[in-house]
C-alpha cells in the first residue's frame, strides 16, 4: 500500500479534477462520492503500479474513476431519481448569496442533458484543457469519436444555450 504521505498529495493535487469528473458523469453527489473514494482507493493500493510523472497520474486517475462510473451507472441502471430528502443530494451551498447565479445552472444543466460520452469529452477538453487525443485514450475511444462528441457537444450546448 502506498504511504499516507503519497495519498494526501496526490489527493491534494487531483482531487479536485477527479471529484469534477466523477459528478459530471454520475451526476448525483452521492454516487459521485462512492466512485472518489474507490478512484483512490485504488491508487492507495496500486503500489505496484509505476507512475512516469504527475500527468500520468492525473491520467490514470482520470481514467479509473472514468471506468468506475461507467460500471457505476450500468450496475445501477435501474434507479431512476435520486431522494429529495437525503442529505447526500443538498446543494453545496445552503446560503441564496453562495448559490451560482442562474445562469451557470442553466450551463451545468445543459451540460448534464449531452449524452455520457459527449459530456465527458466536451468536460475534459473544454474544462480540463486535456487534448483530443489524450481524452481519446483516457475514455478508450478512438480520436476521431472524441473530435465528433466533443463537436456534437458543443454544438448541442450552442444551440440550448443560444
Not at 444543466?109 to 485514450?137: F, I
Request: proline share 6%; hydrophobic share 40%; charged share 30%.
Amino acid at each position: 500500500m502506498r504511504t499516507d504521505a503519497d495519498i494526501e498529495h496526490v489527493m491534494d493535487a487531483n482531487g479536485d479534477a477527479v471529484w469534477r469528473v466523477c459528478l459530471m458523469r454520475m451526476g448525483q453527489r452521492a454516487s459521485a462520492q462512492d466512485v472518489f473514494q474507490e478512484t483512490f482507493l485504488r491508487y492507495a493500493l496500486a503500489d505496484d503500479h509505476e507512475f512516469h510523472g504527475e500527468d500520468h497520474v492525473r491520467a490514470w486517475l482520470i481514467r479509473v474513476a472514468t471506468n468506475l462510473c461507467t460500471d457505476a451507472l450500468r450496475h445501477d441502471a435501474h434507479v431512476t431519481q435520486p431522494d429529495p430528502d437525503d442529505p447526500a443530494e443538498e446543494p453545496l451551498a445552503t446560503e441564496p448569496s453562495e448559490q451560482p447565479d442562474e445562469a451557470l445552472w442553466e450551463v451545468r444543466d445543459a451540460l448534464n442533458d449531452l449524452p455520457a460520452e459527449q459530456r465527458q469529452a466536451v468536460y475534459l477538453t473544454v474544462c480540463e484543457g486535456y487534448p483530443a487525443t489524450e481524452v481519446a485514450r483516457l475514455m478508450g475511444a478512438p480520436p476521431n469519436t472524441v473530435y465528433s462528441w466533443v463537436a456534437r457537444g458543443k454544438a448541442r450546448l450552442r444551440e440550448v444555450l443560444g
